[in-house]
């Protein structure tokens, strides 16, 4: 458990390096044999690209890294509850666990929304645990809108 908390610990500093930046803090680390692979925030408005979030950004540079598309037995750990978007992207790359902080109940795509993993068209469902940190996720969450408002 305590390398658990560690990899969510520096997805944790990925939120909040990208709330400095002004984007919404989500943080994501992708794991491989207990090495981190990669590691990013949200970079949406940076790149003016909507598919810019912290779960697509991982999945990238890991895919990049090992050369390969798919990445079997990889282990995400993301602040917030993936939208649909990243939870289709989580599915495609054949990530093995799941881990995620705050879930988001208006756009998690995950245990609320459509339940991706849980569809019959999904071909591939990590292991899902979630509320890893919730509390400390949900709080830089909180602070960056209160900080907008």
């Known amino acids: 458990m305590a390398e658990t908390n560690r990899f969510m610990d520096l997805a944790l500093g990925e939120a909040r390096l990208a709330a400095e930046r002004g984007e919404v803090p989500v943080g994501a680390v992708l794991v491989l044999n207990r090495e981190v692979l990669a590691s990013a925030g949200n970079r949406t408005r940076e790149r003016n690209d909507i598919t810019a979030h912290a779960e697509i950004e991982v999945i990238r540079q ?44 208006k756009g998690g795509g995950v245990e609320s929304g459509v339940r991706f993993f849980g569809q019959p068209t999904c071909h591939h469902a990590p292991e899902v645990y979630s509320g890893l940190a919730a509390l400390e996720a949900s709080e830089i969450l909180k602070g960056f809108f209160a900080g907008r408002r």
């Open 62 to 105: 890991a895919a990049a890294t090992i050369g390969a598309e798919r990445l079997s037995g990889a282990d995400l750990y993301v602040t917030l509850e993936p939208c649909t978007m990243c939870a289709a992207a989580i599915s495609f790359a054949r990530i093995r666990r799941l881990y995620y902080g705050a879930d988001d109940a």
